[in-house]
């Protein structure tokens, strides 16, 4: 359908919609609800209450008692889910404790569950976190295996699916692991848990302070060998194609503000559920700035989150969810 054409000036008068809040938000394009918002939480072993994180003001460690508490708020805001990441103890060459029945994960999703049944659990399938050289797989001669990595991240998956799980979320951007993952869930009786993929993830300067977050610098190197060069679109597209080809139910773009191009390629080209992360380094500089007076942190915060969905995000995954989702029921009246 082709757009109107607009008759010329004084008749057409495109200010008249935007004088009164009620008309603006009559003819917005672009929604945003509490519901189409995950907040990332990172969750510690062992830990007796909440770390504060230096580079991410606002955001913890949690213990598992302070996560049960964060995940009925975030149920009672509206959020759409939580996207668990775990700390663990003690760490190895191979990431053992990523699948152990009793890992800090698989306790998380088991106290989510129970604070809040009518939220979203979502896992992060990766091995970084529990890796003692930080990588996501398993190596051989300092480069990580791809192949020999599959069978790890597919028992992760199905142990957090077993936790309770309502959806998993393979990271690690090794190829064929939605594929993997995929048909250890089906063979396991998870047949009805879907995968979210991290379908284009970038080998961004934007996941420093998750880092520190998380404890997962790696000890050598980088991921450049296995996350995407920040350069491309296509290749991006050639993932997507892959992971929904494989089984992924939704794909993601991470980050996000430097890449909304590629959201917006993704879903044109797919018209698949695709989700967007806002990682820790976006989320920082909008603290940073704020703390000094630069900029209006509540509208920055908003305004970004609404160009992700003009691009074509359906859900968001943020730091910032919970304070969005607050406003956002504020505005309401809720």
Known sequence: MTPATPARFPKTRLRRLRQAPALRRLVEESSLTPAQLVLPVFVKEGLKKPEQIPSMPGVVRHSLKSLAVEAARAQQLGLGGLLVFGLPRAKDAAGRGADAADGIVQQAIRAIKQAA??????SDVCLCEYTDHGHCGILKNRLVDNDATLARLAAVAVSHARAGADLVAPSAMMDGQVRAIRRA???AGFAETPIMAYAAKYASAFYGPFREAACSAPAF???RGYQMNPANVEEALREVALDIEEGADLVMVKPTLAYLDVVRAVKE??????ACYQVSGEYAMVKAAAARGWL????????????ARRAGADLLITYAAAALAAALRNERGD
């Open 185 to 187: 869930l089906d063979a």
């Open 221 to 223: 190197g980088d991921r």
């Open 269 to 274: 080209r797919f018209h698949w559920p695709t």
């Open 296 to 307: 209006d942190e509540a509208r920055a915060t908003r305004e970004l989150a609404l160009a």
């Open 117 to 122: 049944p009518g939220l979203a659990v979502m």
